[in-house]
């Protein structure tokens, strides 16, 4: 299976930068290796409902035997997190139609994400990582705010592939199209 990592939408490989480090460096730290179990979290956030918002708490075991889209942002109602969630809201039925769950993570509180989730529409959870504790196990955090890495997580819990320093504009079709190559890929062998 090919290792992938990437960095703006370019995979590093054809950029010869660390392709295959056992250890791949991020400005938010060391990020967990591809092929490798996802690190754990559980957090408080909340969850979209219709059109309420209610408090909710979730962990990586939440979303076993299903796609997780684990994407991490610096705060809400910013400009480039913004476009990345209306990314993500636009093609969430895409996501769920390939068995994926979207989350997103910034260290906003979740009156925040409440007000952040209406404002928006947004059909998915939000979750508060207030001290970094997670966005740092995953190669994301400068303080006080989480970075703007996505990591794409199999049904098994297993880290497949990871984005660092997102561009916002187009992200989540980029996502997809990872999702479905991964899918495809899988069925061939099995």
């Known amino acids: 299976m090919q290792r992938r990592q ?9 950029l010869g930068l660390l392709a295959f480090a056992p250890q791949a460096l991020a400005l938010g730290g060391v990020l967990p290796e591809i092929d490798h179990p996802a ?3 559980d957090l408080d956030g909340v969850v979209p409902e219709g059109s309420a918002v209610r408090q909710a708490h979730r962990a990586l ?10 994407y991490f ?10 476009l990345e969630a209306r990314g993500f809201q636009k093609d969430l039925a ?3 139609r390939r068995g994926a769950t979207v ?5 906003d ?5 409440a007000s952040f989730c209406g404002s928006e529409d947004l059909a998915f959870p ?15 955090w400068i303080a006080p705010f989480s970075q703007r890495h996505t990591f794409l997580i199999d049904p098994d819990g297993v880290l497949r592939a990871r984005w660092v320093a997102v561009r916002p504009t187009g992200h989540s079709q980029e996502v997809l199209t990872e999702l479905e190559r991964l899918q495809a890929s899988r069925a061939s062998l099995g």
């Open 126 to 140: 939000l979750l508060s990582d207030p001290g970094g504790a997670v966005s740092q196990r995953y190669g994301s």
């Open 73 to 82: 942002y610096p705060r809400d109602f910013t400009g480039g997190c913004t």
């Open 61 to 70: 075991g939440d979303f076993a035997g299903q796609w997780l889209v684990l």
């Open 94 to 96: 895409a996501f769920q």
């Open 6 to 14: 990437f960095l703006g939408g370019l995979t590093l490989a054809s």
């Open 109 to 113: 509180d979740p009156d925040s994400h």
């Open 39 to 41: 690190p754990a979290f």
């Open 103 to 107: 989350v997103g993570i910034s260290a």
